[in-house]
């Protein structure tokens, strides 16, 4: 019987990867995919262009907040996988209406008309960034949530939303707690994406504050196989972070994007002031991902990277656009 999803985002970086791979030859086949988009300036229809044709796929744009259209949707979806959200942590710092908006109110509007129609699994993708900042060691699913920037605190606000609606009301929900991805399609706002371009265009990239900041990087293919492994595998309430393994300081980072793109530090890279509240390091444990459900992450960075840039480097009609447009 064909599984008819819900996937809210499907236009933006991670929810068009995780539609292609769905509908693609790696996909789990008997499926129909209903992406639910609004467009914002981070949705780009030409993410699903390899896809557009595929006779599973409708595209509905529309807002997550909308009461009547969600309402709608999920009376004709057994399942939903919710990447739609604002996701740009410097955007929040300059005002945060949208990303309370769309990542607390928006979820709830789905949450509601899922326990409405009785939905099945309602896949909640949030962030390793509501556990806050951590100096040593990784946090298990079991830490408690100490969000610091507002893109931060709607994310934990939507994913005790999310959990309540299990608990109150039995519904199948699952979060998922990512470390950064990177790859192909990442809006060029993102620091990887954003320096190689600069980079590309012989322009200087900024680095804040002295560059100690350390993140995890984990690959898309490595996140939509997580998330697809708690969809099929996971347990309803439960928490799984999903990590990349290759925690690297902004500056380890940058010296590698550097050496990929033919660029040098002294002529390429701009110390800037740090991004207020800057979380020093991210770090998740993914034991439970692993003993559970068997993820383990498979791409190395160093390849991950190098398939990343060259990308990039070949698809500026993607990316030239989106750059003009959001003044970047
Ligand atoms: P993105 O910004 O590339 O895409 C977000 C998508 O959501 C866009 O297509 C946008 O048009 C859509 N959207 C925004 N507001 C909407 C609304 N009100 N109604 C309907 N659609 C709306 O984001 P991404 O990087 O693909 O992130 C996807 C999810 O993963 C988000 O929930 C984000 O919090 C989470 N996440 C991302 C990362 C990362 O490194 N990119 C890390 C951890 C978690």
Not at 58 to 64: E, L, M, R, S
Not at 83 to 104: K, M, P, Q, Y
Not at 122 to 129: I, L, N, Q
């Amino acid at each position: 019987m064909t599984t008819r999803m819900l996937v809210t985002g499907g236009a933006g970086f991670i929810g068009s990867h995780y539609v292609r791979t769905l509908l693609g030859p790696a996909g789990p086949g008997e499926v129909a995919v209903t992406v639910l988009d609004a467009l914002t300036y981070a949705g780009n229809p030409a993410n699903l262009d390899p896809v557009r044709d595929h006779p599973q796929l409708a595209f509905v744009k529309g807002d997550i907040c909308d009461g009547e259209l969600v309402d709608e949707l999920l009376a004709q979806h057994d399942e939903v996988v919710h990447f739609a959200a604002e996701s740009h942590v410097d955007r929040s710092i300059l005002g945060a209406t949208d990303f309370i908006r769309t990542n607390v109110l928006g979820t709830q509007t789905l949450l509601d008309a899922a326990l409405r129609h009785r939905v099945g699994r309602f896949v909640h993708v949030s962030t390793d960034e509501v556990y806050g900042s951590v100096d040593t060691g990784s946090w298990p699913e079991t830490d408690p949530l100490s969000p610091n920037s507002p893109y931060a605190a709607s994310k934990a606000s939507s994913d005790l939303i999310a959990l309540a609606q299990h608990r109150t009301h039995g519904l199948d929900v699952r979060v998922t707690r990512c470390s950064n991805n990177y790859g192909h399609h990442q809006f060029p706002e993102k620091v990887i994406p954003l320096f190689i371009t600069n980079l590309l265009d012989g322009r200087k990239v900024p680095l804040y504050g002295d560059g100690g900041n350390v993140r995890d990087w984990l690959h898309i293919d490595d996140h939509v196989q997580g998330i697809e492994l708690v969809r099929t595998k996971g347990r309803a309430g439960e928490v799984y972070n999903i990590g990349g393994g290759t925690e690297l300081t902004n500056k380890d980072l940058t010296a590698l994007l550097l050496e990929a793109c033919g660029a040098n530090w002294d002529t390429s890279v701009e110390y800037v002031a740090d991004r207020k509240g800057h979380d020093r390091r991210y770090s998740v444990d993914c034991t439970k991902a692993r003993d559970e459900l068997g993820y383990a992450p498979r791409k190395g960075f160093a390849t991950g990277l190098a398939e990343t840039v060259t990308w990039y480097r070949e698809n500026r009609a993607w990316w030239e656009p989106l750059k003009e447009r959001a003044a970047l």
